[in-house]
């Protein structure tokens, strides 16, 4: 934990501490915010720093501290990282701990019991809310990989003060506060990442679902062969009525009813508790953003996705014949912002050996959606 022992009386003076510390007071109080009356957040001390360093009395030691300060772990904060179910919890709390100021929840369960986290960060009087989530679908896990990746270089970026792009993230953090789910679909991604071993679940009825295919690299869906993101009720009876498969299947099933999926359900009540100005659903593959639904989203709209297109070198695609999507109930039911973006190009799943490209790609598009003035 980032954290060191402290004279309580030094914590009167923040601005001061900020100054010391090389941080935006902000970023430094909303730091604080679980701290105990003795321990203040010292931003860059790892987990070895921590140990054995005694009580800070003066402003003075605290200065000589941060002249010897080992940095935060860089290789942890740019790697790489596959997101099973597990992985993605120990990262939060590593997350979480590293950066204090990013809050997490439990929104709900999947089918098989697996956490559904929110993370959130932002300044507590910020007036807009951007939502973002990734793996929707089971075999675009590589969208959560790109979520925290970003997520992690807005902490560092605000921690250091320094413009990314030519965002300030100190004025996005300011201006915005952020919902992230970064993993809506923990049962189907641990089923395409690990396979069915463990899951503990019939396999007769997975593999006639999985149509017997002898991998499950194809699966789409939630464990229960329901395509979350045919599941919310905007012209969901159309998609029933056309998709292809009429029982449970790992890929398209919009269900026999519109949020009979508790991934689903969660994700609805999310947005009903607090309904973002903007919605972003990270998925694979097309290098293509949709940010149109029959006429319902706002006018705005039309600009962002220049700033995004520009960013990314992706497509904006203002209709596609889709319904009954997480992003169409939205912009259906609020008539506010939202967008799909189709990560990278190629087969789903696609591979780690892209991440480089789908990230250099995609990071401005997540920098741009904490950014209102267009
Ligand atoms: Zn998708």
Known sequence: ??????????????SRLSEILNIPEQILISGNHSAAHDELYFPGANHQAEKDVPTVDTYEQLQLMVNNKQYFDEEWLTKEIIYDSERLEMEIQKLTES???????ILGHSVLGKPIYELNIGAPDADKLTHINASFHANEWITTSVLMKWLKEYCLSLCYNQQVLGFSPLQLYSQTKLSIVPLVNPDGVDLVLKGPEDLGI???????MNQQQSHFQEWKANINGVDLN???????EIEKQRKPPKAPSYRDYPGDAPLTEPEAIVMRDLIVRHPPNRLIALHTQGEEIY???KG???????EVI????????????????????FRDWFIHFYHREGYTVEL?????????KQFHDIYRKGRGILWAACYYNC
């Open 1 to 14: 934990m980032a954290l060191i022992k402290i004279k309580p009386l030094l914590k009167q003076n923040m």
């Open 296 to 302: 319902y989203e706002p006018a705005v709209s039309a």
């Open 291 to 293: 940010w149109g639904y």
């Open 99 to 105: 950066f204090p100021f990013v809050t997490y929840h």
């Open 202 to 208: 019939d396999r007769v009825s997975l593999d006639e």
């Open 344 to 352: 990278g190009k190629g087969k789903n799943p696609l591979s780690m």
């Open 306 to 325: 220049q700033l995004f297109e520009r960013l990314s070198g992706y497509l904006g695609i203002r209709d596609i014949d889709s319904y009954a999507g």
């Open 230 to 236: 045919n599941q919310f009720p905007s012209f969901w």
